[in-house]
């Protein structure tokens, strides 16, 4: 625990490295959340972007190894219009795709029923690609991301392969997307002070305790297909089962 702390420390002590060089204005009460308990710390985050990136010469063939070296011709974490894109397309020379990457998320947290009390809060929230991964040295890591992404190729060697309604058509998609994930930023944002507090007042309950060392914090996988998450509902109230577990921790998620 005291080692947790001083690394916690240290990290929050580092200097920003993302391209931005400050967390996103949407998240920062959320970051500030989280940072403020002791049994958490946030490793790296993005509240959601819309992109037009440009490959490296040579182009998007396995484009997910060489996205690093991409170029950002247009960026925003806002909601953005037709026209932002059609001036940024006027810059490219290469290849371009049109993003949206939805909030994405990484904790490290103390105990692994710390990353289960967030994991449950990320997918009551709507964030269902939300997993946690404990490292070979026992570090536990809580990823909170969602798949509702857009990707898709707009010019070859900077010329143009659509029309341009259909860019604006592309742009709509994008921003209701963008609504969404806001949303859904909002959502995880009270379900986790409702959690936090529920917690609270289960430690505080003697005739809570025993429960709260069980792991009433974990999610089953419904079979049935997605309903859109319309409230917190509190972790006394959650089902027993196992944690979804996603061997996949890129903390290399910058603004």
């Not at 219009?81 to 795709?97: I, P, Y």
């Amino acid at each position: 625990m005291a080692a947790f702390r001083r690394w916690k420390a240290q990290r929050l002590a580092r200097a920003d490295e993302s391209r931005k060089g400050s967390v996103d204005e949407a998240i920062a009460e959320l970051v500030q959340l989280l940072n403020g308990q002791e049994r958490f710390c946030t490793t790296s985050s993005c509240a959601g972007r819309l992109l037009l990136a440009q490959a490296p010469a040579r182009g998007f063939n396995g484009y997910e190894v060489q996205k690093k070296n991409c170029s950002w011709l247009m960026v925003t974490h806002q909601l953005c219009a037709k026209e932002d894109v059609m001036t940024a397309l006027q810059k490219a020379t290469g290849d371009t795709v049109f993003k949206f990457e939805p909030f994405i998320l990484h904790v490290q947290c103390q105990e692994l029923q710390d990353a289960q009390l967030l994991h449950s809060v990320a997918i009551d929230s709507g964030f269902r690609n939300s997993g946690i991964t404990v490292g070979r040295r026992g570090k536990i890591m809580m990823a909170v991301r969602s798949t509702h992404c857009l990707e898709v190729p707009l010019s070859h060697m900077g010329k143009l392969m659509v029309t341009e309604e259909y860019v604006d058509f592309l742009v709509q998609i994008a921003n209701r997307k963008m609504e969404e994930n806001m949303k859904r930023i909002d959502r995880f944002y009270n379900c986790l002070q409702l959690a936090l507090k529920t917690e609270l007042s289960m430690s505080n309950s003697p005739h809570e305790t025993i429960q709260k060392t069980h792991s009433v914090y974990t999610h089953r996988r419904k079979r049935k297909p997605d309903k859109e998450p319309s409230a917190c509902t509190s972790s006394e109230n959650k089902e027993e089962s196992e944690t979804e577990d996603d061997p996949e921790a890129n903390l290399n998620i910058f603004s």
